[in-house]
């Protein structure tokens, strides 16, 4: 089974929103028995409870499931346990590599490095942009998702 953890700072807006939507496209593609997914939070604001406003609303716009996403926070062991951990901006990355012990790990991506953008995500919290977030969130999932089936032959 292949882990894939989404990381941001509350783990209610932006990663949440990636977990949703990177779960429609494992189920959408018939992979949920091969590709398992995961959202927290690098501060230990939001623990327990449900996404934003904003993030529900737009996973319900575009029809994504919400169901099961609660705020965790990151652990060092889940360095261990995931085989991709994806940060939406450079301080969630600087933190990522703190709390696992492992700084410039190649399993540790910014998510829209992976994509023609390589920017941050805008924190919609701060911006109140989720349409702009979800555009974000969804190229740099697409382009995850492709990377994945690339390097596992899925």
Not at 88 to 108: A, C, L, R, V, W
Request: net charge positive.
């Amino acid at each position: 089974m292949i882990k894939v953890l989404f990381v941001c700072l509350g783990n209610i807006c932006r990663s949440p929103m990636a977990e949703a939507f990177f779960r429609y496209l494992v189920k959408k593609e018939n992979l949920t028995n091969k590709i398992a997914v995961d959202s927290a939070a690098t501060s230990p604001f939001q623990i327990g409870f449900p996404p934003h406003e904003g993030t529900l609303d737009i996973l319900k716009q575009y029809n994504i499931s919400s169901d099961g996403l609660y705020g965790r926070q990151l652990k060092k062991e889940d360095f261990w346990k995931f085989d991709y951990i994806i940060g939406m901006d450079k301080s969630n990355i600087k933190n990522i590599f703190k709390i696992t012990g492992k700084p410039n790990h190649p399993k540790i991506i910014r998510l829209l490095d992976l994509t023609k953008y390589r920017i941050d995500v805008p924190d919609p919290f701060y911006t109140g942009d989720f349409d702009e977030t979800y555009r974000l969130v969804a190229a740099g999932c697409m382009a995850l998702f492709n990377k994945i089936r690339c390097e596992q032959n899925l």
